[in-house]
């Protein structure tokens, strides 16, 4: 059983558009949701993180939006460039300590084109 | 980077063989989580070790062991290898305690099993 499913499997975007990638949990115990990047030959690393108690954050480019409602988050990357080409995952787990494994979603290849 | 190191960077092993990863965590971290990522998809979590001792496992074969040193450095063993087994095997380092959320990877240690 997955239980963070993420789509698309991959993204095609113009430079200067707009990415969107979206996922959906199903354990309503999460409640620390990061996004990584990962580039080809390295580990992920952690791009940026919400907590459901607010809707959105923000962090320059990038943008969580989470409907905890709907168990529903997604990343908004704006003014997309050449260098964001890479696979992205999202993750949730339960955000006590630190301890607790990270769920991670099968991941989308973003690739943004001049 | 985020301090996080792995070793060795890859390696070929024969079916049936045993193999043995290492991670050496962040600098203050005390905790080493491992993840198995195969090719296409995203990571899944093998076993946490917390101050020596494993704290919490995914769904893997004994078969699928660790270790966590004084200095909070950590091994995984594989035996009896089969073909499946080939992925990207990651450690991710973090220091547990209330708030302390944040997981960092290392670049992982690709593994094929022939």
């Known amino acids: 059983q997955q239980q963070v499913k993420q789509s698309p499997q991959s993204l095609i975007v113009q430079k200067g558009g707009i990415s969107i990638i979206n996922c959906a949990y199903e354990n309503t115990a999460f409640d620390y949701f990061p996004w990584y990047q990962q580039f080809p030959g390295k580990g992920p690393a952690l791009l940026i993180a919400?907590?459901?108690?607010?809707s959105e954050k923000k962090e320059g480019r990038f943008t969580i939006s989470f409907n905890k409602s709907a168990k529903q988050f997604s990343l908004h990357i704006m003014d997309s460039q050449p260098g964001d080409s890479a696979t992205y995952f999202c993750?949730?787990?339960?955000?006590?300590?630190?301890?607790?494994?990270?769920?991670f979603g099968k991941g989308t290849r973003l690739s943004v084109i001049a | 980077e985020t301090g996080v190191t792995q070793s060795p960077t890859h390696l070929i092993k024969t079916r049936g063989q045993q193999v043995t990863l290492r991670c050496s965590s962040q600098?203050?971290?005390?905790?080493v989580s491992w993840y198995q990522q195969a090719l296409g998809q995203g990571p899944q979590f093998i076993f946490q070790?917390?101050?020596?001792?494993?704290?919490g496992r995914g769904n893997f074969p004994p078969r699928f062991s660790g270790l966590q040193f004084p200095n909070y450095s950590s091994e995984l063993n594989v035996n009896a290898l089969e073909l499946d087994d080939s992925a990207l095997y990651l450690c991710?380092?973090?220091?547990?305690?209330?708030?302390?959320?944040?997981?960092?990877f290392g670049p992982g240690t690709r593994l094929t099993v022939t």
């Open positions: 993750a949730a787990t339960i955000g006590n300590s630190g301890n607790t494994p990270l769920v």
């Open positions: 919400i907590r459901p108690d607010v």
């Open positions: 600098s203050g971290h005390n905790t």
């Open positions: 991710a380092s973090s220091l547990a305690g209330p708030g302390r959320l944040v997981q960092y």
């Open positions: 070790y917390y101050r020596e001792e494993e704290n």
